[in-house]
């Protein structure tokens, strides 16, 4: 079989960005201000296990929508999959805002915790079981699928965190050193593409970027931190034409040979099946305009249906 090959385009793509900050430090007002950013064009915000964020929509500029969910970790990762079908506004990318990522580990911990509880040999004992390595296993698989959403995501990503100071371990031996780690799976800190600490409010360290044109050789910090300014020096100047790191990279030239206006009128009006057609086209580097044909078909189909 031939392989197929393309060209790289050069182009930044929008990262996973963590904001991992002491309590109170800022974290959910700094995400949520990035949506007054101009590169955006619609955010929304998942919220797991943290208060509701309706008074951040005080934040001047500020522009989100509050996504509802079941608090299950199932239900979260389903309305992932629902978020990923919404269109994008006036051919910017949208933003997610996801408070927090901890706390979605900590729910998957808590699962594990009641799953070994249940299979306790003598339940009358107040004390929890041992989480079997088969359960540590079920709960790092959800967070594999929680966290490839994010990826799939054709726009930027901000995920809080907790930043929390933990003993440093010599082995299964504790020392006096301590350090603050980012509270989540433990390959949050690998995965993501920036990593921004707030070790109080109003103070940013930047510990990590992935990026050819902004480069970082120890923590640097930056007290007027915004999320619109980095994105600024990473290169996403025109937020339309980026792409999300780990979605489908496909050829910016559309080579599919699909007609997509004819697609578009066979399905009839369908919301669905326009949001995958959509979702197909932008992957296959459809033009501008018919993207923007596609996203009015589907907000047309949206009114039709409700």
């Known amino acids: ?26 974290k959910t ?9 101009p590169r955006i064009g619609r955010t929304l915000a998942v919220t ?32 992932l999959d629902e978020m990923e079908k919404e269109p994008d506004v006036d051919g910017l990318p949208t933003l997610w805002v996801i408070d927090s990522g901890g706390r979605f580990w900590d729910l998957l911990s808590t699962n594990a915790q009641t799953k070994a509880n249940s ?8 004390d929890d079981a041992p989480i079997s390595v088969e359960l540590w296993n079920e ?43 980012i509270q ?10 920036v990593i921004v600490e707030m ?16 480069q970082l050789d120890r923590k640097t910090p930056k007290p007027d931190f915004t999320m619109d300014w980095l994105w600024g020096v990473l290169g996403l100047a025109d937020g339309a034409d980026a792409r999300q790191y780990g979605a489908t990279t496909a050829d910016p030239e559309d080579t599919s040979g699909r007609d997509w206006l004819t697609e578009l009128e066979a399905a009839e009006g369908n919301p669905d099946a326009i949001s995958a ?3 197909a086209a932008r992957a296959a580097g459809a033009n501008k305009d018919i993207l923007a044909a596609l996203r009015q078909a589907f907000q047309d189909a949206k009114e039709t249906a409700a």
Do not use: C
Request: hydrophobic fraction near 35%; avoid cysteine; glycine fraction near 8%.
């Open 139 to 181: 709960a790092a698989k959800t967070w594999k699928q929680f966290y490839d959403r994010l990826r799939r995501h054709n726009g930027p990503v901000i995920l809080t965190s907790r930043l929390e100071q933990v003993v440093v371990m010599n082995g299964k031996t504790p020392t006096t050193e301590r350090e603050w780690k």
């Open 199 to 214: 070790p109080e409010r109003g103070e940013y360290l930047i510990r990590k970027v992935k990026s050819t044109r902004f």
């Open 119 to 126: 299979k306790k040999q003598n339940a009358s004992r107040s």
């Open 277 to 279: 057609l959509g979702i």
């Open 1 to 26: 079989m031939t392989i197929q090959t393309r060209r790289p385009t050069g182009r930044p793509s929008w990262p996973i960005t963590v904001l991992a900050g002491r309590e109170g430090a800022g």
């Open 184 to 193: 989540g799976y433990k390959t949050l800190p690998y995965d993501a593409q």
């Open 29 to 37: 007002w700094a995400a949520l201000s990035a949506s007054a950013s």
């Open 48 to 79: 797991i296990d943290e208060d509701m964020p309706d008074e951040y929509g005080a934040i001047p500029g500020a522009n989100f929508d509050i996504v509802l969910h079941d608090g299950t970790a199932k239900g979260i990762i389903s309305t």
